[in-house]
T-cell receptor, first 112, second 114 residues
Framework: QKEVEQNSGPLSVPEGAIASLNCTYS??????FFWYRQYSGKSPELIMF????GDKEDGRFTAQLNKASQYVSLLIRDSQPSDSATYLC????????????FGTGTRLKVLA | IAGITQAPTSQILAAGRRMTLRCTQD?????MYWYRQDLGLGLRLIHY???????GKGEVPDGYSVSRANTDDFPLTLASAVPSQTSVYFC?????????????FGEGSWLTVV
């Protein structure tokens, strides 16, 4: 069973702090990885994707990928109350299957 | 605004009734998907389509059917709704090799079967 594992949380951080969200995946053949933010009652919206080892930065967000450890993380700098949401990690499987693998999400609470 | 349009946004449906959830995308993506999301279970794939004219089963296909007559439309049909199909349904699409194979979601259809 191919899986993406996330801690369900909630992860609570004070406003202005760095929030660190983590994800592990089981399929070494996974090609790319995604972080989505989902507010309650809304659909998942893409924050960023990553497919190369290392860091990828976009504004306050940094995704980190370590394929050797099968580990993906998302750092949110200067966390704001508006960042409070559930964050979904997803993996794109080996070519041809089209069956993305989603984690169940980590709930983040940013405390004002 | 380009993206994925789902209809209806929400619906209350009597058990045993037939229901079709509509999904249209204007991004010309080859692949389309239907997921359901339930508390504690995350997103679960119902059916998918790699390209127009082809469909495939996901992890929870029972009680659902799909068709893909063209690139843009991917309707999901519940032939005879049951209360366990109460959920939020997300249509999604992706294009292989584009934006890291990112999958994009519609706004969702909230379905209650009573």
């Amino acid at each position: 069973q191919k899986e993406v594992e996330q801690n369900s949380g909630p992860l609570s951080v004070p406003e202005g702090a760095i929030a660190s969200l983590n994800c592990t995946y089981s399929d070494r053949g996974s090609q790319s990885f995604f972080w989505y933010r989902q507010y309650s009652g809304k659909s998942p919206e893409l924050i960023m994707f990553i497919y190369s080892n290392g860091d990828k930065e976009d504004g306050r967000f940094t995704a980190q990928l370590n394929k050797a450890s099968q580990y993906v993380s998302l750092l949110i700098r200067d966390s704001q109350p508006s960042d409070s949401a559930t964050y979904l990690c997803a993996a794109y499987p080996p070519s041809g299957t089209y069956k993305y693998i989603f984690g169940t999400g980590t709930r983040l609470k940013v405390l004002a | 605004i380009a993206g994925i349009t789902q209809a209806p946004t929400s619906q209350i449906l009597a058990a045993g009734r037939r229901m079709t959830l509509r999904c249209t995308q204007d991004m010309r993506h080859n692949a389309m998907y239907w997921y359901r999301q339930d508390l504690g279970l995350g997103l679960r794939l119902i059916h998918y389509s790699n390209t127009a004219g082809t469909t495939g089963k996901g992890e929870v296909p029972d009680g659902y059917s799909v068709s893909r007559a063209n690139t843009d439309d991917f309707p999901l049909t519940l032939a005879s709704a049951v209360p366990s199909q109460t959920s939020v349904y997300f249509c999604a699409s992706s294009e292989k090799g584009s934006s890291g194979n990112t999958i994009y979601f519609g706004e969702g259809s909230w379905l209650t079967v009573v």
